[in-house]
């Protein structure tokens, strides 16, 4: 997996993608996912809890991020979206 953090004006963002994903373009109906260096940060082997502290905005797209995401309770089945059987997420913590 690939996990990128930075902060923007309202706080800080996760961005988390599977890196078999890098480089590849997913297409259906009007929605477009292009996993490119947007997504691209440090390479880690699992997602720790403490990576996601303080995030205010959580983007995540692949079956292995996906589904440690939801094994460690950060998100829910009906967070979950799927583009070309993709799944992804966008979540806004408050």
């Known amino acids: 997996m ?3 953090t930075y902060t ?3 706080g800080k963002v996760v961005i988390i993608s599977d890196k ?3 480089g590849k373009k ?3 109906d ?3 996912i ?3 260096e947007f997504f691209k940060g440090d390479e880690i082997d699992d997602i720790n809890i403490k990576d996601l502290e303080d ?3 959580l983007y995540a797209v692949g079956e292995n991020t996906i589904n440690r995401l939801k094994d ?3 998100i829910k089945e009906e967070d979950i979206k799927k583009i070309k059987n993709i799944p992804y997420t966008f979540l806004m913590f408050l």
Do not use: H, K, S
Request: proline share 0%.
């Open 2 to 4: 690939y996990i990128r």
């Open 8 to 10: 923007d004006n309202y």
């Open 20 to 22: 078999d994903l890098f």
């Open 26 to 28: 997913f297409e259906q």
């Open 30 to 32: 009007d929605m477009v």
């Open 34 to 36: 292009e996993i490119n």
């Open 55 to 57: 995030a205010y905005l």
């Open 72 to 74: 460690i309770n950060i």
